[in-house]
Every structure is written in C-alpha cells, then in structure tokens.
C-alpha cells in the first residue's frame, strides 16, 4: 500500500511569504503529526491531528498551523516566513489515537526561506 | 515529559563487527519506545517498537534493541555491521501529555554511525 506522500519535495520562499505543505497519511490512518527537523534543534514536534481535531501542540509560534480535512490528509502553513524557518518539516501517520502501531513517516517537504 | 537521551554523537564500527547504538529514557508509566533510522535527504524510516512483552525486539534490516526496565535503556544492536547500514539513527518515545489527550514522539538528538571497510 501507499505511503506517506509529502508535497512537495523541495521548495524555495523569501522571507516575509508564507507557505503550505501538504501530507496524505496511509489509507486508514487518522492521526497526522508534524516535526520540523533542523540542525541546530533536532526533530521538534509541531503538531497532531486526528480525526480533523488539533489534540496537540508544540512550543512554535503562531505562524504554524495546520488543519486536517475528512480525509485525513493534512496541511500545515506557515505565515510571515523567517530565515530559521528553513528546515526539513516531516510528516507521520498513525492508524490509531494511541499511536499502538507506531508512526510512518513521510519523505517530508525540504524548505529553504531566502 | 518523557524525554530520550542519545549521549553518543557518533559511533565509528568495522563493517561484520557487531555495532550498539545506546538510548536511554525517563518516562512515567509504560514506554512506548521506537527506533527510526534515516539517509541523507530522506524521511525517517521505522526500525523496532517496543510496546510490550518480550524485552528482545527484533525489527527490520537485522537490528534489534533490548528493553531494559531497570536500566532505563533501550539500545540497538546488529551483530554484524554493513556499509549500507551508516546513517542518522534516532531514539524516540510517546508523550501523550496532550492537552487533547494527543500524542507526540519526543527524539533524542540522534546517533550518526559510520561503517568502515
């Protein structure tokens, strides 16, 4: 079956633009979270969705955000791009609310702001 | 918070050697532990969980790791090293300390290993 499907791969932002990555989770899964991955801070979590409800968050201003339609694919924006916004952002799904199956990560999205 | 904890940056090993990549971990409760590995430019890839039962866990491409409750470790092992198998290797586990009773994996900062001819 399909994986995780990250788009796009690559992309290019000035400062100052906003962005939108997109992630189709494994067919059945409804649980969606986000990282961000830099070199400096590591694998940082951004955010879980399941079933379209935000049940978690973490520690990132509120230029990031993300939404999870009835299909559980995912998108998550980020507004007013910074330099240190440049990352690799990784998205992973799991089947269930308790993350029993584990997570199945993504190729993620390399974004660079200029 | 749960939190993992990597302390070695990098491990150097000759490839047939057999190689350890060490994790240790604070939690409350029963951990959920996991090991991911990934190659330049790429996503994580899932190796081993550990959720319950046996302390042994045999995962993918020969590694498995071994839950030591009384240690507080969940290291990884391969008893014979391939050049193929240097990469980024990352220890996490489950927070579910969500407001929304969500969860999360929270990483340790990840082990780099070399494998030498």
């Known amino acids: 079956k399909a994986g995780v499907t990250q788009t796009p791969r690559y992309l290019i932002k000035t400062r100052g633009q906003q962005v939108t990555l997109s992630c189709s989770p494994i067919?059945?899964?409804?649980?969606v979270s986000w990282y961000q991955q830099t070199p400096g801070q590591g694998l940082q979590f951004l955010f879980e969705y399941f079933s379209e409800t935000q049940r978690n968050k973490g520690n990132f201003p509120g230029r990031f955000s993300g939404r999870q339609f009835s299909n559980s694919r995912s998108e998550m924006n980020v507004s007013t791009l910074e330099l240190g916004d440049s990352a690799l952002y990784l998205c992973?799904?799991?089947?269930?609310?308790?993350?029993?199956?584990?997570?199945?990560f993504g190729s993620g999205t390399r974004l660079t702001v200029v | 918070a749960q939190s993992v904890a990597q302390p070695e940056d990098q491990v150097n090993v000759a490839e047939g050697n057999p190689l350890t990549v060490k994790c240790t971990y604070s939690v409350s409760g029963n951990p959920y532990l996991f090991w991911y590995v990934q190659y330049p430019n790429r996503g994580l890839q899932f190796l081993l969980k550990y959720i319950t039962g046996d302390n042994l866990v045999k995962g993918s491409y020969g590694f498995e790791a071994e839950f030591n409750k009384s240690q507080t470790s969940f290291h990884l092992k391969k008893p014979s090293a391939l050049v193929s198998d240097s990469a980024l290797y990352f220890c996490a586990v489950r927070d579910m300390g969500g407001p929304g009773g969500g969860n999360k994996l929270t990483f340790g900062t990840g082990t780099q290993l070399k494998v030498e001819l």
């Open positions: 992973a799904s799991s089947l269930d609310a308790g993350a029993r199956g584990g997570y199945t």
């Open positions: 067919s059945g899964h409804r649980s």
